[in-house]
């Protein structure tokens, strides 16, 4: 059977900011070290901007499985990444912390909405997108059967106005932190 391959991303929504960020697949979800993320003040956000940046941040994630996962990858090459997608990550979140003035990079990521996004970029061209609930520092999906009205899904050649649109019904439709 031939492993799935997705292109993923997280969009989140806070009072402050809006963050929307590049997530790799090695063995599990990881922050992208090379995809994009960025981050803009709530106020700032246009749906133009939602869109762009969800598309421009699904088109940069990597999915390493069939490198690394039948154990033909180079394990110091895994590593590499790995080191490189944490301080990445850290550097992300430690600058929302320093701009929107947090007590702390987990509570600038606990207080939020936040949608996982993923493509199976071989086999279809729908963008799904799950709302989330709120799980104190993170988010996580919903129990089996409480997913109805949480999961949405737009073409990868629709406008970028329509995938910001299905995005941020993802967003209302989540359970956030902050609510």
């Known amino acids: 059977m031939k492993k799935v391959l997705k292109k993923k991303s997280t969009i989140m929504r806070t009072k402050k900011y809006y963050a929307i960020y590049s997530e790799d697949t090695l063995g599990g979800i990881i922050f992208s070290q090379t995809g ?15 869109g762009e940046n969800l598309r421009k941040s ?3 994630s990597h999915d390493y499985s ?29 600058g929302i912390r320093d701009r929107f003035g947090f007590k702390d990079h ?3 990521v606990s207080k939020s909405a936040a949608v996982f996004v993923s493509w199976e970029y071989e086999q279809t061209d729908q963008i799904c997108f799950l709302a989330t609930r ?40 989540c359970q956030p932190n902050y609510a």
């Open 36 to 50: 994009s993320s960025v981050v803009l003040p709530r106020k700032e956000v246009t749906i133009q901007w939602i």
């Open 66 to 94: 069939l490198q690394f996962n039948n154990g033909s990858g180079n394990d110091s090459e895994r590593e590499k990444i790995l080191e490189l997608s944490l301080s990445k990550g850290r550097a992300f979140w430690f």
């Open 134 to 173: 709120g799980r104190g520092a993170g988010h996580s999906a919903w129990y089996l059967g409480e997913n109805e009205g949480k999961v949405f899904y737009v073409s990868i050649h629709a406008s970028d106005e329509e995938i910001a649109s299905v995005a941020l019904q993802a967003l209302d439709a």
């Open 106 to 108: 987990l509570v600038a």
């Open 58 to 60: 699904l088109m940069e």
